[in-house]
């Protein structure tokens, strides 16, 4: 289940908050130069109902050079990334999606601070 709901909800989310946010040209391009892996540590999926609760997310966030990619260039610490838990939710998948996509956000602005 979780699997199949990284390419569906987890990897666009967070892209799209990240370039958002960033407002740097960011996806997967075969043969760039560096390279994003994002690296969940624990997930918490969350709950809809009567009680809601939102996921949440930690993890780590490494960018690497692909011509040496054993030495990585940077790595931030993803302590807790809380999605939004919302009335209409419709399951795991977009729950833990909203957490990344909160993920996505805060790098997108720390790079957009760093970069510009």
């Known amino acids: 289940m979780w699997i ?7 990897e666009p989310q967070f892209l799209e ?3 958002k946010f960033s407002e740097k040209e960011i996806g ?6 560096y390279q994003l892996v994002l690296s969940s540590t624990y997930i918490e ?8 609760k939102s996921a949440k997310l930690k993890g780590t966030i490494t960018v690497i050079d692909t011509q040496n990619p054993t ?3 940077v790595k931030i610490q993803i302590d807790e990334a809380a999605g939004e838990s919302t009335v209409a939710d419709n399951g795991s998948g977009p729950r833990i999606g909203s957490a990344y996509a909160k993920a996505g956000k805060e790098l997108g602005n720390y790079l957009h601070q760093r970069l510009d």
């Open 45 to 52: 999926p969350g709950q809809s109902g009567i009680i809601r």
């Open 71 to 73: 030495k990585p260039l």
């Open 4 to 10: 199949g709901d990284r390419s569906k909800f987890y």
């Open 17 to 19: 908050s990240l370039r």
């Open 28 to 33: 997967n391009h075969p043969g760039a130069r």
